[in-house]
């Protein structure tokens, strides 16, 4: 596994490792993530014995924001709502599956979390290898997220293909995870954006969270 500074040369290199089911890591608009083709089930395999967990959905950066169509059935009033207030940027919206998302992917849930993320870097990223890209944060279970590339290295000596170096991040909090499926929004996680932010968002269009 080996470090590399964010490039074409670089994206293009994930790029042939993540088709070839090989996991790489990169920066976020949060932390460092794992990222893998969302549809390969081998690779998804391989992203879950590396943090070491199973049975927990795994969400997705997207390049551009019409790339999440791949992956959701449809767009609730919310998800086009807090799309268009909070994207690019740290909130991921759980919608519903389409049919031939894996399981793996959603857990079984029927569900799954798509992000724009707040980081051109990321969303490059993202496109070279096909514009979806997995992005569970690149930490073993039970350890805190990575915010370097050298911490990443330390916590996978193998099992990566490569890191791309997009150097620190810049936040110490998750992206909040938002389950947009129903009539009334609800909050799974409360992370970079805010409970009141989503609130005020929200109440803008007549709607509210729910419990």
């Known amino acids: 596994m ?8 670089t994206r293009e290199r994930a790029a042939r490792a993540v088709a070839a089911s090989r996991v790489v890591a990169f920066r976020t608009d949060t932390f460092y993530g794992l990222g893998v083709n969302p549809f390969d089930e081998a690779a998804l395999r391989r992203l879950n014995g590396l943090k070491g967990r199973d049975g927990k959905p795994v969400l ?5 924001a019409e790339a999440a169509d791949e992956l959701i059935a449809a767009r609730t009033a919310a998800f ?17 599956a389409r049919p031939e998302t894996p399981e793996l992917l959603t857990a ?4 799954v979390g798509v992000r724009l993320p707040d980081d051109a870097e990321a969303r490059e990223i993202a496109r070279a290898c ?9 930490n073993p279970a039970s350890r805190p997220p990575a915010r370097t590339a050298a911490a990443v290295a330390e916590y996978f000596p193998s099992g990566l293909d490569l890191v791309i170096d997009g150097g620190a991040t810049r936040s110490e909090n998750p992206s909040t995870v938002l389950d947009v499926t129903g009539a009334r929004p609800r909050l799974i996680r409360e992370g970079v954006v805010t409970r009141r932010e989503l609130e005020e968002s929200l109440r803008a269009a007549g709607l509210s969270l729910g419990e």
Not at 2 to 9: Q, V
Not at 60 to 64: A, E, K, P, R, S
Not at 108 to 111: A, D, I, L, Q
Not at 130 to 138: D, I, Q, V, Y
């Open 80 to 96: 086009e709502l807090l799309g268009a207030r909070h994207w690019p940027g740290p909130l991921t919206l759980v919608a519903a």
């Open 130 to 138: 096909g514009g979806l890209l997995t992005a569970t944060s690149a």
């Open 2 to 9: 080996l470090i590399y500074p964010n490039s074409a040369e």
């Open 60 to 64: 997705v950066v997207l390049g551009d």
């Open 108 to 111: 079984g849930t029927g569900t």
